[in-house]
């Protein structure tokens, strides 16, 4: 990715910029303007195909408008940019990841545009809760058991008590909550809905931890383990496309990864930001970013994955003060 010469910003300039995303502007005037820019550049932690899918789609849409996407984990991306930014380095025009806790942090020091969701039409028909000071929720990453057909048998797991079957013991493999912000949010749920109990009789169950769903998930799918937890359609899918006899449930309880989309403040290209931050909530913008694996923020877009029945709001930023007692019961040092 051409970093634009890292983009280094003189404190004047910066202070200067903090306006400069002029978002009273139409977004067709925008969308005009932004051809004219440095490429657009968009950091994302959302999975490659959907970032490329969303990325070719934009394209077509406003061809004038060059745009580089550059990808990595959440944890590893929000590390880059919060680096970068305290280096006085801005390399992104926008950045979707799913951890409000550096979300937060990037509003107060003061990384990200602020506005209102009227300031954009496309957000028009977004509900109040997916939204807050110019960060929305792009899409959701619902979490589930991945199993191997070929190992569970005739009666696969639907249900998170099915994972304390006798026959799973030793066979499943586990996110490391540590690592990943929403596995914690999982296992937090689940105590509170099921009780502490249920997340003893887990550990019980002697799962292999990992640092996070992918590798567990392709042990699982090369037959070493039968089931893969948490875990998401993002992860599976490539592995089932390759002939993997791997599947996929969402039981009704549970809740997902949370991808936000916020603007830089000072980017390089603020007219061509507005108008893809505008896209990425238009229909064509939706279904390309989360296509069949994830799950819009907008209930009446076609051919949308339904939320499940008792989604439950991950509440990352409230997760520090459970991790001791969550890791405790799952037996995990």
Request: glycine residues 6%; contains cysteine; proline residues 8%.
């Amino acid at each position: 990715m051409n970093h634009r010469c890292l983009r280094i910003l003189p404190l004047i300039a910066a202070l200067s910029s903090f306006s400069v995303p002029a978002l009273s502007e139409s977004i067709e005037e925008s969308c005009k303007q932004g051809a004219s820019e440095p490429p657009l550049v968009w950091y994302s932690s959302q999975d490659p195909s959907r970032n490329t899918a969303t990325v070719d789609a934009f394209s077509k849409a406003y061809p004038g408008i060059k745009i580089e996407m550059f990808r990595l984990t959440t944890g590893a991306l929000a590390a880059r940019y919060a680096s970068e930014r305290t280096a006085g380095v801005i390399n992104a025009d926008l950045i979707s990841v799913g951890d409000p806790n550096f979300i937060n942090t990037g509003f107060d020091k003061g990384w990200f545009v602020k506005f209102e969701k009227p300031d954009l039409p496309a957000l028009a028909k977004l509900d109040d809760k997916w939204f807050h000071r110019g960060a929305a929720v792009t899409g959701n990453s619902i979490l589930g058991i991945s199993y191997n057909v070929d190992l569970v048998g005739s009666h696969p797991p639907k249900t998170w008590e099915d994972l304390l079957r006798p026959e799973f013991k030793g066979k499943i493999t586990l996110g490391d909550p540590r690592n990943v912000p929403s596995y914690l949010a999982l296992y937090r749920i689940l105590r509170d809905e099921l009780g502490p109990d249920y997340l003893k009789a887990l550990a019980a169950q002697q799962p292999v931890l990992f640092e996070s769903g992918v590798p567990g998930t392709q042990k699982m799918a090369a037959g070493e383990y039968a089931i893969a937890f948490p875990n998401s359609l993002s992860v599976v899918n490539p592995l089932k496309a390759q002939g993997a006899p791997v599947e996929f449930v969402v039981p009704p309880l549970t809740t997902g990864n949370e991808y936000i989309t916020m603007i830089s403040e000072g980017a390089d290209s603020p007219k061509a930001a507005k108008c893809f931050y505008n896209f990425l909530f238009t229909d064509t913008g939706q279904k390309a970013y989360t296509g069949t694996i994830a799950v819009s923020p907008f209930p009446h877009l076609a051919g949308a994955t339904a939320m499940p029945a008792q989604y439950k709001d991950p509440k990352i930023t409230e997760l520090p003060k459970h991790a001791k007692d969550i890791l405790e019961l799952l037996k995990i040092q």
